[in-house]
């Protein structure tokens, strides 16, 4: 009786960790069309990202993989709240979009744009040691996206539930008082998760990095001559 007890629950683990497994699977899916490819794959969007989840779920990469209990669930469960679901007014039909991280220019997801520094006492990009090299000399970069991407404190902390990887190894903290006097611009998307276009060249220099730690709590220096080679570089 004990075996077949055993049997039973390692079949019930087993459903389990497959249905765990394909939510991430269309986590992955969704971050991939929502954010990149919306326009390149003929889907149509409305300027602030949503897009029809029926035209969704009919795309080659979803039919007859998923529903839409299976986004439901989705966005229901996606600790970092990166999609976000509405009604349409006009057709009455369910629409869904990424919040953040888009490469496409036209998506004008929902923000606000940050004013006062003391809003956000806190504004940290987490990256990894590898990038330390490239970016103390040229600053962070938008790279292909149209946001830098921050968080208002640690992962650890309440009310911090996107804007950078738990896994990161490099803490980068920006002045925000200054970088605002010198006209750069931020915003706050519905998740909490700060971002920001950089300068004209895309990047936030150094010269705007107000500490940097590593996850030991060092402190890595920024020196001047860093700041020298951006300013050369734009």
């Avoid at 490819?37 to 029926?54: H, I, P, T």
């Avoid at 997801?109 to 940290?124: A, D, S, Y």
């Avoid at 996107?162 to 706050?188: N, P």
Wanted: contains cysteine; positive net charge.
């Amino acid at each position: 009786m004990a075996a077949r007890n055993y049997k039973y629950s390692s079949q019930r683990t087993g459903a389990s960790n497959s249905a765990s497994e394909k939510v991430v699977q269309l986590s992955k899916a969704l971050s991939w069309l929502l954010r990149h490819a919306v326009l390149k794959e003929g889907l149509q969007f409305q300027s602030d990202g949503y897009v029809f989840v029926e035209d969704v779920l009919n795309h080659h990469s979803f039919a007859n993989k998923y529903t839409v209990d299976d986004i439901h669930e989705c966005v229901a469960k996606n600790e970092k709240k990166r999609f976000g679901l509405k009604t349409d007014e006009q057709t009455g039909k369910e629409m869904i979009r990424a919040h953040q991280g888009h490469s496409l220019e036209e998506a004008n997801v929902e923000m606000k744009q940050i004013t006062n520094p003391n809003q956000f006492p806190v504004v940290l990009h987490g990256t990894y040691m590898k990038h330390w090299p490239s970016i103390s000399t040229k600053g962070l970069s938008k790279m292909n996206r149209t946001h830098i991407h921050f968080a208002p404190g640690m992962p650890t902390q309440n009310g911090v539930i996107s804007g950078m990887r738990a896994s990161a190894q490099l803490y980068i903290y920006i002045d925000m008082e200054k970088a605002l006097k010198d006209g750069l611009t931020f915003f706050v998307s519905s998740n909490n998760v700060i971002l920001s276009p950089g300068n004209e060249d895309g990047y936030i220099p150094p010269c705007y990095f107000r500490l940097v730690q590593n996850r030991q709590g060092q402190n890595l220096p920024v020196t001047a001559q860093s700041f020298q080679k951006t300013a050369t570089d734009s």
